[in-house]
């Protein structure tokens, strides 16, 4: 089965810096793809950014990146340049490749934004 | 707005009341998943689509759930007897068909029991 595990529930940052928020996840898949999702408070769920595992590189929009090492299993997403509208749940996510290919979410990381 | 909508944003009935929630897919999205989100925690998959077959239910989805899809298009979910511990957001999303596809998540019906 496919575990996602975010070991920090809670997170805050100081607008303009830099931030990491971490993710484990577990799948016996070779080629298997994830998503980082947001939630703004009462909002709902938008795409942050998605890593496919085959390639190499790590995934980067605007101010969001990503670290992927998938020796360690690990997926963290880097949050450069932090803004207010970045407060949020974060939640890393993994689609089951058989069947449905349902989302399975980590427990999520609620981000603060300090001004 | 071509998002994914759901409707309504908001239910509050008491315990024993039967409820129904739709949602409507991005347009052409053959695929429509519900999910049941509580409080702080992450999403967890009900129900799955393949346009009008629900293929895959999961054990959270108690015989007092039902959904549906006439036509492929919008979705129906619908709570008989209501508990209260089906209080919670529940969630919507759909994608175009690949098994690489992205879903895209509407804005969820919280629904309260009391």
């Known amino acids: 089965a496919q575990t996602v595990t975010q070991s920090q529930p809670e997170m805050s940052v100081q607008e303009a810096e830099t931030v990491t928020l971490s993710c484990t996840y577990d799948t016996s898949e070779s080629d298997y793809y994830l998503f980082w999702y947001k939630q703004p408070p009462s909002r709902q769920m938008i795409l942050v950014i998605r890593?496919?595992?085959?390639?190499?590189q790590n995934a980067t929009e605007n101010r969001f990146s990503v670290n992927f090492q998938k020796a360690a299993k690990s997926f963290s997403l880097k949050i450069s340049d932090s803004q207010l509208g970045d407060a949020a749940m974060y939640f890393c996510a993994i689609p089951l490749i058989q069947g449905a290919q349902k989302l399975v979410f980590g427990q999520g990381t609620r981000l603060t934004i300090n001004p | 707005d071509t998002g994914v909508s759901q409707d309504p944003r908001h239910k509050i009935t008491k315990r024993g009341q039967n409820v129904t929630f739709r949602c409507d897919p991005i347009?052409?999205?053959?695929?429509l998943y519900w999910y049941r989100q509580t409080l702080g925690q992450g999403p967890e998959f009900l129900t799955y689509?393949?346009?009008?077959?629900?293929?895959?239910k999961s054990r959270l989805l108690s015989d007092r759930f039902s959904a549906e899809r006439p036509k492929g298009s919008f979705s129906t979910l619908e709570i008989q007897r209501t508990e209260q511990g089906d209080s919670a957001m529940y969630l919507c999303?759909?994608?175009?068909?690949?098994?690489?596809?992205?879903?895209?998540f509407g804005p969820g019906t919280r629904l309260t029991v009391l």
């Open positions: 890593q496919e595992a085959y390639k190499q």
């Open positions: 999303a759909s994608s175009p068909g690949q098994y690489t596809d992205t879903q895209y």
């Open positions: 689509f393949q346009n009008e077959a629900q293929l895959e």
């Open positions: 347009s052409e999205h053959n695929r």
